[in-house]
């Protein structure tokens, strides 16, 4: 079931594009803070007021959250404004005593990001990757008992299929819920992720569904 990730095209703003995302009947939304997961700042007060105009919308609706979530204060500040999910990424690598803090008080609500590349593991949001295979970070992240993973694939060249063998690969090592993002264009991508055993669901950008409206429909499910 398609997050749409709020990543607004040039000519719109944030605020006017999840509008238009809403008047589509759309009920599962991503919202990433990339200058906080860069450590370049922060736009909390933007996305708080972005999840509360959502889920004014419609009770029923998923609001994941991710980028720089680094201590409890800051996941508790998501959760208090309506966030269903919060992406961690970045602690995983290094951080193993706000790992724990984050999963002794929020495990229900936490998604363990990794990203890759081909295939291969990236070090920035995802743990150490020195000599650890995609598949035995997975079970890492399963073993510290995390309950969905979001797989970012950055294979992103125009002529190149998603990557759903690492994403399998992972649904078979961590046996945990797993979603998958970053390379998920196309109506034709989300009929082939449907054949990946364990994948719950893609995230799909906010611009490519206005490319692709019917797109939205996966999107307009009421989420309880």
């Not at 605020?15 to 860069?38: H, K, N, P, S, Y």
């Not at 290094?94 to 229900?108: C, I, K």
Request: proline share 4%; net charge negative; charged share 20%.
């Amino acid at each position: 079931m398609p997050l749409l990730q709020a990543a607004p095209p040039p000519e719109r703003t944030i605020e006017e594009l999840v509008e238009i995302l809403l008047d589509r009947g759309c009920t599962r939304f991503d919202l990433t803070d990339r200058d906080a997961a860069q450590n370049a700042g922060n736009n909390r007060g933007l996305i708080a007021a972005l999840i509360r105009r959502i889920r004014s919308s419609n009770s029923k609706v998923c609001i994941q959250v991710g980028g720089g979530i680094r201590s409890s204060d800051q996941a508790q500040f998501f959760l208090d404004n309506g966030a269903t999910w919060l992406v961690v990424g970045a602690v995983l690598q290094g951080y193993p005593v706000v790992v724990d803090q984050l999963l002794a008080r929020f495990r229900d609500q936490l998604v363990a990001s990794v990203d890759a590349k081909r295939g291969e593991i990236q070090s920035s949001g995802g743990l150490d990757s020195a000599g650890v295979g995609t598949t035995a970070i997975a079970g890492r992240i399963g073993d510290l008992g995390f309950k969905r993973i979001l797989f970012n694939d950055f294979s992103m060249e125009p002529d190149r299929a998603p990557d759903f063998i690492t994403a399998q690969a992972i649904c078979e090592a961590a046996r945990v819920p797993l979603f998958m993002g970053g390379s998920i264009h196309t109506p034709l991508h989300l009929t082939q992720a449907t054949a990946v055993r364990g994948l719950q669901g893609v995230l799909v950008d906010a611009h490519t569904v206005l490319g692709f409206p019917e797109m939205t429909n996966s999107s307009a499910q009421s989420c309880s």
